[in-house]
T-cell receptor, first 116, second 113 residues
Framework: EAGVTQFPSHSVIEKGQTVTLRCDPI?????LYWYRRVMGKEIKFLLH????????ESGMPNNRFLAERTGGTYSTLKVQPAELEDSGVYFCASSPLGHLSTDTQYFGPGTRLTVL | DQQVKQNSPSLSVQEGRISILNCDYT??????FLWYKKYPAEGPTFLISISSIKDKNEDGRFTVFLNKSAKHLSLHIVPSQPGDSAVYFCAASADSGNTPLVFGKGTRLSVIA
């Protein structure tokens, strides 16, 4: 079974440009999460989708970040316009939507974003 | 305000010995705890988890202990192997894992042959 995949693996852009990150969760996983790790700090939650609906977006830094999950499959995270402090590694994770047991989140390899 | 703390940034252990990684948390709503292992340029890989209704969970060389009264958990690896060298993240969640994970900053484990 394929794991969580993310594209691109690395993106270098200039301040003010736009970047779109993509995440393909494990097939059948309704929960999809976005996290970010800024250099030297902990991995922090950004956003949670359940199918195509935003369940929790309390971690989104500001309105320059826009996440979508049309059709409840893959998700995109757009940063527009990018700022220097947006640099970091963006991780996507997915888990099944279960109510009877604990559900482990499985992570993708991440997209390393560098804003110059 | 960090809700999950890993106070040791790094740990070195000899091959064959026990590695003990520690984690403290402050939020009493957390009821599900996980350890992830991370190699450079890869995403976190799930290692082992424990629900708050248990105090121990074991999977091969890996055992996680939970002390709810102290709000403390630990990961024991025995025997340690060079391939275990990685950054280990402690994470916690409320609502049995159906909420976002809160991570610690990680502990870099080096197993020396």
């Amino acid at each position: 079974e394929a794991g969580v995949t993310q594209f691109p693996s690395h993106s270098v852009i200039e301040k003010g440009q736009t970047v779109t990150l993509r995440c393909d969760p494990i097939s059948g996983h309704d929960n999809l999460y976005w996290y970010r790790r800024v250099m030297g700090k902990e991995i922090k939650f950004l956003l949670h989708f359940v199918k195509e609906s935003k369940q929790d977006e309390s971690g989104m830094p500001n309105n320059r970040f826009l996440a979508e999950r049309t059709g409840g499959t893959y998700s995109t995270l757009k940063v527009q316009p990018a700022e220097l402090e947006d640099s970091g590694v963006y991780f996507c994770a997915s888990s099944p939507l279960g109510h009877l047991s604990t559900d482990t989140q499985y992570f993708g390899p991440g997209t390393r974003l560098t804003v110059l | 305000d960090q809700q999950v703390k890993q106070n040791s940034p790094s740990l070195s252990v000899q091959e064959g010995r026990i590695s003990i990684l520690n984690c403290d948390y402050t939020n009493s709503m957390f009821d599900y705890f996980l350890w992830y292992k991370k190699y450079p340029a890869e995403g976190p890989t799930f290692l082992i988890s424990i629900s708050s209704i248990k105090d121990k969970n074991e999977d091969g060389r890996f055992t996680v202990f939970l002390n709810k009264s102290a709000k403390h958990l630990s990961l024991h690896i025995v025997p340690s192997q060079p391939g275990d060298s990685a950054v280990y993240f402690c994470a916690a969640s409320a609502d049995s894992g159906n909420t976002p994970l809160v991570f610690g900053k990680g502990t870099r484990l080096s197993v020396i042959a």
